[in-house]
């Protein structure tokens, strides 16, 4: 059989890795509109391996996202790719927040993701940099890998295993016959499976993550995250410690104006802002799944004092400079018929093509996981 699969990120590369586990025989090709595999998402997120404990269990993600953890894990100590190890705090800003920790901590326990609440000294013991209310959530599972590196070194494996990948080759420019589509085309998947007659209720609606490096001297030593409100799908500003140690703060969850808006001028396309500013539009008027609150308070970002304030409330000392980093965008699925943000993976499958129409963060965790549920009917 020959597959082909559209998308050279995470999930594109693992959902390949997992086929030729089943049907090692088979021929597959790689394409991506890009020059090089993890060109978006998958190479400008922080790296990090989420423990599953924000999750209700209910959900793929539940399901998928502390086995993710493990398999992400063995697969880069196997391949000599760095972990770093670095667990994560929750921390709650006042009291009125701490009702969710415990709620976070039923979500761990359901989901098997090793999270505990911890006493603000016990946090203290931690890091003493992390600023809490009485408790906190303890996340010994959390932990940072260089994503562009385990992007090139999946890669390579694969390209071992005989898949052949083609690059700056957009879905609607490959000409070569295939058996079976796998669309992984992350923030153009909905266009690629509405071409398919498949997923027409479900259109993207990317958000903007802005990052700031900390230079200081003040340093951290475990991941630091807020208390979310668990109603959407965004973690709120946080301190991420990268694979190298590289302290950064972000992101942000700021309505993009078209799909590769990491800048204002970057990949400026006006067909996609109108449609998208449309679209944002309705949904500020109806304040639809509370976009225009959202909105509102996220654009502020765009303010560097803004985020630096917000990352601040998270410990008791930062004092130094930062520096801004590439923004990521965060290809966030909506479902047009009711206004409503998809918060979970979401799969579609029709005859022989797989759509995989959302898959946000912690798809990075999550992928090997992911890539096993998806395929688990492929004999």
């Given amino acids: 059989m020959r597959v082909l699969i559209v998308g050279a990120g995470i999930i594109g590369m693992t959902l390949a890795y997992e086929w030729l586990k ?33 999750y209700s269990s209910d959900s793929l993600k539940a399901k998928l996202t ?12 196997s391949h000599n790719i760095l972990v770093n190890e670095t667990g994560k705090l929750v921390v709650a800003k006042n009291e009125n927040e701490i009702e969710t920790l415990f709620e976070l901590e039923k979500r761990s326990k359901a989901n098997n993701a090793g999270a505990y609440i911890i006493s603000e000294k016990e946090a203290y013991e931690i890091d003493p940099n992390a600023k809490t209310c009485q408790y906190a959530l303890y996340s010994p599972n959390t932990a ?16 071992k295993k005989g898949v052949r990948f083609i690059f700056n080759t957009p879905y609607e420019k490959f000409k070569e016959s295939y058996d079976f589509l796998i669309n992984a085309a992350g923030l153009y998947a909905d266009k690629i499976a509405h071409q398919n007659g498949v997923g027409l209720e479900y259109t993207m609606l990317p958000f903007k993550g802005l990052y700031r490096k900390y230079l200081g001297e003040d340093k951290i030593k475990t991941q630091i995250y807020p208390v979310p409100n668990i109603k959407n799908p965004f973690l709120g500003v946080h301190f991420t410690i990268m694979a190298d140690n590289t302290i950064k703060i972000g992101p942000t969850a700021i309505p993009a104006f078209w799909r590769e808006n990491y800048t204002m001028t970057s990949r400026f396309n006006l067909n996609e802002m109108i449609e998208i500013l449309t679209l944002e ?32 409330k998270l410990v008791k000392r930062l004092r130094g400079d930062f520096k801004p980093l590439t923004p990521g965008i965060r290809a966030q699925l909506l479902n047009k018929e009711t206004n409503e943000l998809v918060m979970d993976f979401l799969v579609e499958k029709k005859e022989n093509q797989i759509h995989i129409l959302n898959a ?15 395929l688990k009917d492929i004999t």
Avoid: Q, W
């Fill in 66 to 77: 502390a086995r993710g953890n493990k398999l992400m894990k063995e697969f880069c100590y």
């Fill in 281 to 312: 539009a309705k949904l500020f008027f109806s304040n639809a799944f509370g976009f225009r609150d959202l909105a509102l308070y996220e654009m502020r970002y765009y303010i560097p004092s803004n985020l630096i304030n917000e990352a601040k």
């Fill in 360 to 374: 946000v963060s912690p798809a990075f965790t999550a992928s090997f996981a992911f890539s096993e549920f998806v």
């Fill in 22 to 54: 089943k049907r090692s025989g088979d021929e597959i090709i790689i394409i991506d509109k890009e020059s090089h595999e993890a060109f978006h998402a998958s190479g400008k997120n922080s790296g990090i391996l989420h423990a599953g404990f924000y």
């Fill in 144 to 159: 940072s890998v260089n994503p562009r590196e385990v992007c090139k070194v999946l890669r390579t494996e694969l390209e």
